[in-house]
T-cell receptor
Framework: GAVVSQHPSWVICKSGTSVKIECRSL??????MFWYRQFPKQSLMLMAT?????????EQGVEKDKFLINHASLTLSTLTVTSAHPEDSSFYIC????????????????FGEGSRLTVL | SQQGEEDPQALSIQEGENATMNCSYK?????LQWYRQNSGRGLVHLIL?????REKHSGRLRVTLDTSKKSSSLLITASRAADTASYFC????????????FGTGTKLQVIP
């Protein structure tokens, strides 16, 4: 099956530093990837849609200057948490969309294992 | 805002029993997906059911979809301890067919 690799799995950083998380689709090309944030015991909240070769689309309330997204290739999207603060500590998950044939406009999402960010 | 709402929020059963989880959604969809998440891990896609399908099977999983009631159910038969996880339904966002909104999830505990 399709595999999405997310790296790093966990990271601890000091307040004020920036952290980059990578999301790679290993065996399919993904023009669209998604970034989610998950707080403890809660569901995933969509942060932004990452589109290869164009600017990401952010959900309402998500600071685009805080969470920089780059989708420079068909297999890689990165999320950079800039000037991280303790309130940014969370579990970040990416997903890559593999389009389904015969069902126009939709696809199957494959998720990374997630990255746990702890900001001290 | 969340579209899918799972019910129950938590479920505890003995190994070997069946587990049924329900999901309700609000807007029209062209497909509905179920995912599993082990604690602290990413999501694993379980099954996708299209709006023109009423039932779908995959191993010990059985998913039904009732578009008239805007609801879906996930049945896990002969549950195992390894099935312990949170289960989410996901529906495409009305604002973009490629987006998926997750429900609040059902936390399943299978007791050995």
């Amino acid at each position: 099956g399709a595999v999405v690799s997310q790296h790093p799995s966990w990271v601890i950083c000091k307040s004020g530093t920036s952290v980059k998380i990578e999301c790679r689709s290993l065996d399919f090309q993904a023009t669209t990837m998604f970034w989610y944030r998950q707080f403890p015991k809660q569901s995933l909240m969509l942060m932004a849609t990452s589109n290869e070769g164009s600017k990401a689309t952010y959900e309402q309330g998500v600071e685009k200057d805080k969470f920089l997204i780059n989708h420079a290739s068909l297999t890689l999207s990165t999320l950079t948490v800039t000037s991280a603060h303790p309130e940014d500590s969370s579990f970040y998950i990416c997903s890559a969309l593999r389009l389904l044939t015969g069902l126009r406009g939709t696809g199957e999402l494959f998720f990374g294992e997630g990255s746990r960010l702890t900001v001290l | 805002s969340q579209q899918g709402e799972e019910d129950p929020q938590a479920l505890s059963i003995q190994e070997g029993e069946n587990a049924t989880m329900n999901c309700s959604y609000k807007t029209s969809i062209n497909n509905l997906q179920w995912y599993r998440q082990n604690s602290g891990r990413g999501l694993v896609h379980l099954i996708l059911i299209r709006s023109n399908e009423r039932e779908k099977h995959s191993g010990r999983l059985r998913v039904t979809l009732d578009t008239s009631k805007k609801s879906s159910s996930l049945l896990i038969t002969a549950s195992r301890a390894a099935d312990t996880a949170s289960y989410f339904c996901a529906t495409p966002n009305s604002g973009g067919y490629q987006k998926v909104t997750f429900g609040t999830g059902t936390k399943l505990q299978v007791i050995p």
